[in-house]
Each structure stands twice: as structure tokens, then as C-alpha cells.
């Protein structure tokens, strides 16, 4: 089993403005392994961009510790800390491309800063350009180039160093679907390839369900819950992960009945045939309140929340028929 490469403990982070301190983060835990592609998702506000910085030491916690492959940042020297942060590159919503450089020169930059010598950087560079399928732009300024091919070459020039970590805050809010898309599978490819830990942050939910394997959601400055992506979305426990995995049920109409099930199938089962048969079986219609189908990690998983009939005993021998037919289930008390 992989080591975690990062991990925190109990970290808080406290901003004093007018005299005035705000907690942005409570006592937040958690730890990624070597290898994985984490992402940590939450509403504007939540504290995820502030949590980021943490964990790079960009941001003093106030209290709590920081360990990049067991070392305690906090414990470390300007110059030390400076080493780990060659470890752990970034990349942003904003690209960040030096305007006046063209994208060679912008993936040289960082190699210039730790004077690695200049066609040596320039043979990296040309590498880079290659894995992030922009070879034939590395003369094109970034005036020149589109918001996915500007993030592509932000991702080679992050890559420069030979990080172990890839922090990406954001990075895909300013693409369109489309290019977001490719950029997500550039990073699954980069991941694969070169086995870099890479840590999401992001307020989609779509980014997390296509790229990640492992998620934690912030919530107010705390961890509501944190896992595997696969079960959370099977079994969310947390009111905020219900509201991303729900983004819509606030607009499902009111009925009558408030007794609902929420089925989830992994791509290995049904819903239609086996509700189908179901209706059949027992002569009692139900009511379709949400349906839909998302790509998690490569895997196709749905889910369906469908209202029971009145009749306590029908509802109950329902469910028992659903599990029976090893479909994942849960009674819920409302979805509106």
C-alpha cells in the first residue's frame, strides 16, 4: 500500500482583519497517498483555496501540522521549505503565463530560477511541450494561444521541476466543458505516466467524478466528510455531500407521500428492468423523482430516488426486492 505523501493534522487558519479574527479552517484532517488524484471540493467560501496554501506552507497555519513525506513543514527553514515547494507545483485558474515570454521560454522559466543550464532547460522544455500535446506552439506567445492551450503550457512549466505534487486550484474554471475535458485527461495521463500525486480543488462536482478516486468536502472551514468517491456518492452521510450529489432536488415538485428510496447501481446493474419488474410484480405504481448517470473514476455509477406507495408494508417489501436484487439502497426521508 502506497505511504501518504501528504497529511494534516488537526490544522486551523485564522484571519485578523480590523481586529477582527475570522476562522476560515477548523480542525482539518486528512492525507493523500503517493500516487493518488485527490480533490478536495466545496462551495466559494468553504476555505478550499486557503487549505491549498496550507498544505505548501504559501499560508501559515495558525495551529496544527503540515507533513510532506513525514516532515513537518512547520518545523522547516525558509530554505528548506523552499526545497519542499519545488516538490509540490501549482497551477491556477488563471494560467499565469508570463505575457512577454513565449511558451517555451514560460516552461524555461522556473529551471532559469534554479540555473539549470540553458539548452539543458531548453531540452526539458521541448518534452514537456510534447506530453501536453503543444510541441508544435512553443513559439507562440500566450496572446496566441486559447484558454485550454494556455493551461496546458502553465501544466508543462509546473511540470518543469519534477514535482512529486501537482496542485491544481481551480484549474479548469475559466474552460469551457469541452476544453476541460482535455485538460482533465491530460492530468489522468500525466498521473499515469509519470506517476505524480496530484491534489484537485475545485467547486464541480463533475471535475471530481471524472478525474478522482479519492475526494474530501469542505464544508464552513471543516472536512463534512472525506473517502472513497465511489462510496461517498453510493452512501453520502454529510448534508453537504447530498447537496452536490443533489445539485437539482430542491426543484422536484412536493407529492404526497413522503417516503422515498434512493437506489444506486455501479454499471454492473439496471435501474429500468429491475423497477420495471418490480412495478410488475407487486401491481403498485411509484414515481420517478430524479434520475441520472455520472462517469466516476472511469466507472459508470447512477442513482434514482423514487417515491414509495403509501402502504408501509408494499414499501418495505419493495426495498427487501431491490436488495434482493443486490442493488445498493437507502430509505430517505425527503429530498426536497
Known amino acids: 500500500m502506497a505511504e501518504d505523501i501528504i497529511r494534516v493534522e488537526n490544522l486551523h487558519k485564522s484571519f485578523v482583519s480590523h481586529n477582527k479574527s475570522t476562522e476560515v479552517l477548523q480542525g482539518i484532517d486528512l492525507s ?42 512547520g518545523e522547516l527553514g525558509s530554505r528548506e521549505l523552499n526545497q519542499v515547494r519545488h516538490q509540490m507545483a501549482m497551477i491556477f485558474q488563471q494560467f499565469n503565463l508570463l505575457m512577454q515570454r ?10 532559469e530560477i534554479t540555473r539549470v ?43 518543469a521541476s519534477n514535482p512529486k505534487v501537482l496542485l491544481c486550484d481551480e484549474a479548469t474554471s475559466a474552460l469551457d466543458p469541452e ?35 479519492k475526494v474530501a468536502i469542505i464544508s464552513d472551514g471543516k472536512i463534512a466528510e472525506s473517502g472513497d468517491m465511489a462510496q461517498i456518492f453510493m452512501h453520502p452521510q454529510s448534508e453537504a455531500a447530498r447537496q452536490l450529489i443533489f445539485p437539482n432536488r430542491k426543484s422536484i415538485p412536493e407529492m404526497r407521500s413522503r417516503r422515498y428510496c434512493r437506489i444506486v447501481f455501479d454499471g454492473r446493474s439496471s435501474f429500468e428492468p429491475v423497477v420495471a419488474n ?11 423523482m430524479f434520475a441520472d448517470t455520472r462517469n ?8 434514482m430516488v423514487i417515491q414509495l406507495p403509501d402502504n408501509p408494508e408494499v414499501a418495505l417489501r419493495m426495498i427487501a426486492y431491490l436488495r434482493d436484487k443486490q442493488i445498493s439502497v437507502e430509505e430517505v426521508s425527503d429530498h426536497a
Not at 418490480?278 to 420517478?288: C, E, K, R, T
Not at 466516476?296 to 442513482?303: E, I, K, P, S, T
Request: aromatic share 4%.
Open 102 to 111: 513565449n511558451a517555451l521560454k514560460n516552461i524555461c522559466y522556473p529551471l
Open 278 to 288: 418490480m412495478v410488475l410484480d407487486f401491481g403498485q405504481a411509484v414515481n420517478i
Open 179 to 213: 476544453t476541460t475535458k482535455s485538460i482533465l485527461e491530460l492530468l489522468r495521463d500525466i498521473n499515469h505516466k509519470l506517476g505524480i500525486t496530484i491534489v484537485v480543488i475545485t467547486h464541480e462536482m463533475a471535475v471530481i467524478e471524472e478525474l478522482c478516486s
Open 296 to 303: 466516476l473514476d472511469g466507472m459508470a455509477v447512477g442513482q
Open 32 to 73: 493523500v497517498k503517493a500516487g493518488e488524484i485527490y480533490g478536495i471540493i466545496g462551495k466559494s467560501g468553504a476555505g478550499k483555496s486557503t487549505l491549498v496554501r496550507c498544505i505548501n506552507y504559501l499560508v501559515k497555519p495558525s495551529s496544527g501540522k503540515v507533513l510532506f513525506e513525514g516532515t513537518d513543514l
Open 117 to 159: 543550464p540553458k539548452e539543458q532547460a531548453k531540452q526539458r522544455a521541448m518534452e514537456l511541450l510534447k506530453l501536453v500535446g503543444m510541441e508544435t506552439r512553443a513559439n507562440a506567445y500566450p496572446a496566441e494561444l486559447s484558454g485550454g492551450q494556455k493551461q496546458r503550457i502553465a501544466i508543462a512549466r509546473a511540470l
